[in-house]
């Protein structure tokens, strides 16, 4: 059996007396996607903190296609294949939505430590850049000032950016947060197509998404992961129906 | 031609065209006042390479002018006029002076960084005043004007046309290399810097280079300077210097590329005006007393500079 | 190189390193509770030794002129507030160094225009001047030991404060999570005038005490204001704790630094090059330190974030 592209064990994370990831272990499959879901303040954007390499944890590996990366830094990380999108919305206001895209191009074709070529005319950068943009469904803002998109448009493009990257893990972090049902439509059907192509690890809390998206789905409440399966198997999960629906469930 | 494109034809032939015109009204004065801009301009425009783009807020700017015009006065001192010799050293020097300087503050951030530069400025400054051999506090006179085979620095004509293509090329190599891909990664860290590392860029790296780029061009600055003043002091690292440089990018619109040059001419003129032309003598003694809340108001009203006032009129 | 003079030049020391930590406490504080930086702090260092010797010349009281001085100096720490500073709360770092740069100039140049460029002397009152035996055969000025005694007095008060009462336990929760305190429904407003006010007043303190030492002139804040930046960015942003060590550090290794580098070179290297690079390098010493230390710990000693 190949072993799996990402392996987390143990993982813990505490500030102060609060225990945020307790003792976290997961597992994903090169070409699964996995859904964290969990009530707010389960702690999810901590563990993804600690996944793309923002946080320190306290204890616990990480490992990514056979390689320790616990110690390695976001940029290292991003590096090695990882990319991420953010809860709330984290694009360059001032450059367009091609220069955006072509920024995160740029940031995996080697060093920057160009001088003189403008980079924003380079083929080798905009060619890859609209054709991301296009796989989004944002051609038509190729032009258009990040700033001056919509809250919908700005969650496309943060995918955008992530896809741009050539990832090997993609860890989304509700990509559908703020949206409204057609945006949201639209961002699961582009989700879905990827689906096939990249390992996605997929904190939503919109179950609609979850549960046409996830091959498997990790619940997290207080920190810790209290149940992992098949999207079925959760669903009837006594302990999952509990921590979301209270007692008597 | 665009509009912009037709204010810089403007602005330059007006800038070549000075000394003749000033000669001819028998008013040398002016060619000594836009020399003296000029060379402010090239530091605002180094500066503005690191602030501007980069997001980096160095209080120690001055420093390097101070190193690039030691560099050229002790070499002076000891008979050492070769112009390229001494702007080499200068240049050379205040690199890597940057080099020490931004190697240790770069990886701190924020406050730390605005408080660090300015201390290590002032360290420098105080190295300045305890050498006593070059002058200490009073600083020295400039033996000699730095010599170059063909150009006569010493013609005042022939130096302010070197300080004006300097400035141009300064202007043309900061636009080089902000808009290359070393300068979009510092674009990119200023504007968003949890995004620039979440798609993979390492920042230190590149704003280091940027620091010690800004610094050797400000030490050419300082080279510059002390052959314009004739005189050598350790003002020229004062922190108020690294202050008014500041106001000089921030003025004209950081960011860019004529901001630097509207920003310098703009501070430099009221500065010229408030302590000479203006006819009450009060004024005139106590400048800083009305240059100091002027710039307060700029600060809080005047926001993105003259070159964002022209920017709107474009709109 | 004597151990009378040494312990001599330890207290001097320990004394500018008091003062250093009066500047630097509050300073901090508002850089770590407000993130404002503020660079007319040194100003208000100014105005209040400014104030002293107008405030005892005219009440012909030492006493007095301590009070009003003090009095004058909140009002003006406040009055800039107020006007010039509080729209600066919500702007970025750049701006407000820029704004304080200009009112350090504004500053300046007002005394100047009331009080002239000149250095003033400030007199002390006869029981303050004089000498004390501390150990046989050293005799130390009443004065200095009156500052560190005040000094380290204000220090205790502060630990008490900030330790012991519910506005101390707000000043470390804003110092280390802004935003949530203001979540919490406290009154930001009210909290940032407090220490601002705070700061004001240990600052003027600072500077009235600081007079009779070291000559009252235009621009004597920001001498002092730098090698108190120094002093924070070595104990940390939001620390009192951290301004007292780093204060009592720095002012020790600049004294001794001043005193004893060049001797000591001079037992090293040639007597002429330790002539020369004796006082550079003291002047250089406090830069250095503060470089080593945040070679090693970035965010200073104590940080609190």
């Known amino acids: 059996m190949s072993e799996s592209l990402l392996q987390v064990a143990g993982l813990t994370k505490a500030f102060g007396a609060l225990r945020a990831t307790d003792a976290v272990d997961l597992e994903v499959q090169e070409g699964e996607t996995l859904a964290v879901i969990g009530p707010n303040g389960a702690g999810k954007t901590t563990l993804i903190g600690q996944l793309a390499g923002n946080l320190r944890p306290d204890a616990g590996r990480i490992r990514f296609a056979g390689e320790d990366i616990t110690a390695l830094s976001a940029p290292r990380r991003a590096r090695k294949g990882f990319a991420r999108s953010f809860q709330i919305t984290s694009v360059f206001p001032e450059f367009t939505a091609l220069e955006n895209v072509a920024l995160a191009v740029q940031a995996h074709a080697g060093h920057s430590f160009r001088f003189w070529r403008p980079a924003m005319k380079d083929p080798a950068l905009l060619e890859p850049a609209r054709q991301v943009l296009k796989d989004v469904g944002l051609q038509d803002k190729v032009n258009a000032l990040a700033a001056n998109m919509s809250h919908g448009e700005h969650r496309q493009l943060e995918v955008a950016m992530a896809l741009a990257t050539r990832p090997r893990m993609l860890l989304l972090d509700e990509p559908m947060a703020g949206m409204g049902i057609d945006e949201s439509q639209r961002m699961i059907e582009l989700l879905g197509t990827l689906k096939r192509r990249q390992t996605m690890i997929l904190v939503e809390h919109d179950m609609d998404a979850v549960f046409r998206l996830a091959d498997r789905i990790a619940v997290l409440v207080y920190g810790r992961v209290i149940a992992t399966g098949l999207p079925e198997d959760i669903k009837l999960n006594a302990d999952v129906r509990k921590a979301y629906l209270g007692e008597g469930a | 031609m665009s509009a912009r494109a037709l204010l810089w034809t403007v602005f330059v032939a007006a800038l070549v065209a000075l000394p003749p015109v000033a000669a001819a009204l028998g008013q040398p004065f002016y060619l000594d006042l836009v020399r003296r801009i000029m060379i402010f301009a090239i530091a605002a425009i180094s500066l503005n390479l690191i602030l501007g783009y980069g997001g980096l807020v160095s209080f120690g700017h001055a420093a390097y002018l101070g190193v690039g015009g030691y560099a050229v006065g002790i070499l002076a001192f000891y008979g050492v006029n070769d112009g390229l010799v001494q702007w080499g050293v200068a240049i050379g020097a205040s690199a890597l002076v940057a080099l020490a300087i931004g190697a240790v503050s770069i990886r701190t951030s924020g406050v730390y960084f605005i408080m660090i530069t300015l201390a290590f400025t002032q360290m420098l400054y105080y190295l300045g005043i305890s050498l006593e051999e070059y002058g200490g506090d009073d600083g020295m006179r400039l033996r000699t004007r730095s010599e170059f085979p063909l150009l006569d620095l010493k013609d005042p004509a022939t130096f302010y046309y070197v300080v004006l293509a300097l400035m141009l090329l300064s202007l043309y190599v900061v636009h080089r290399l902000v808009n290359s891909r070393f300068g979009m990664v510092l674009r990119a860290a200023k504007s968003n810097e949890p995004r620039s590392l979440a798609i993979g860029f390492s920042p230190y790296p590149y704003r280091l280079a940027a620091f010690v780029i800004a610094g050797a061009m400000g030490g050419l600055a300082g080279a510059l300077l002390v052959n314009h003043t004739n005189y050598l002091t350790p003002d020229f690292m004062h922190w108020t210097r690294s202050g008014e440089i500041m106001f000089m990018v921030i003025l004209g619109g950081m960011a860019t590329a004529g901001g630097p040059v509207a920003g310098t001419f703009a501070f430099l003129l009221v500065e010229d005006m408030l302590s000479a032309w203006i006819p009450i003598r009060f004024v005139r003694e106590h400048w800083q007393l009305f240059l100091g809340p002027l710039l307060v108001l700029s600060v809080l009203f005047f926001r993105r500079g003259l070159a964002g006032i022209l920017r709107k009129d474009n709109e | ?305």
Do not use: C
């Open chain 3, 1 to 305: 190189m004597t151990a009378i003079l040494f312990f001599e030049q330890l207290l001097n020391g320990v004394q500018l390193g008091v003062t250093l930590f009066l500047m630097a406490a509050g300073l901090t504080l508002v850089l770590g509770i407000m993130n404002f930086v503020n660079l007319a702090h040194g100003s208000l260092y100014m105005v209040g030794a400014y104030l002293m010797v107008a405030a005892s010349q005219w009440t012909g009281s030492w006493p007095l002129g301590i009070a009003l001085a003090l009095a004058g100096t909140l009002v003006v720490g406040m009055a800039v507030e107020v006007l010039a500073l509080r729209p600066l709360y919500t702007r970025d770092h750049l701006d407000q160094v820029l704004a304080t740069f200009g009112l350090i100039l504004f500053f300046n140049e007002l005394v100047a225009v009331i009080w002239g460029r000149a250095s003033l002397y400030t007199s002390l009152p006869s029981y303050l001047q004089g000498h004390v035996e501390l150990l046989p055969g050293s005799i130390y000025p009443v004065y200095r030991l009156t500052i560190i005694g005040i000094g380290l007095f204000i220090g205790l008060l502060l630990w008490y404060v900030v330790t012991r009462t519910r506005l101390g336990m707000l000043i470390r929760a804003g110092a280390s999570n802004r935003t949530m305190v203001a979540a919490l429904g406290v009154n930001i407003r009210l909290l940032y005038t407090v220490v601002f006010g705070f700061g004001a007043a240990l600052a003027g303190l600072a500077g009235l005490m600081a007079g009779p030492i070291y000559s009252v002139q235009p621009g004597m804040g920001e001498l002092i204001l730098i090698q108190v930046f120094v002093v924070i960015v070595i104990g940390g942003i939001g620390s009192v704790r951290g301004a007292l060590v780093g204060a009592l550090i720095v002012g020790i290794v600049d004294t001794l630094g001043r005193a004893f580098l060049k001797p000591l070179l001079g037992h090293v290297i040639s007597a002429p090059a330790a002539e020369a690079a004796g006082p550079a390098l003291a002047s250089m010493l406090i830069y250095l330190l503060m470089a080593v230390v945040l070679a090693l710990k970035p965010a200073g000693l104590f940080a609190s974030r």
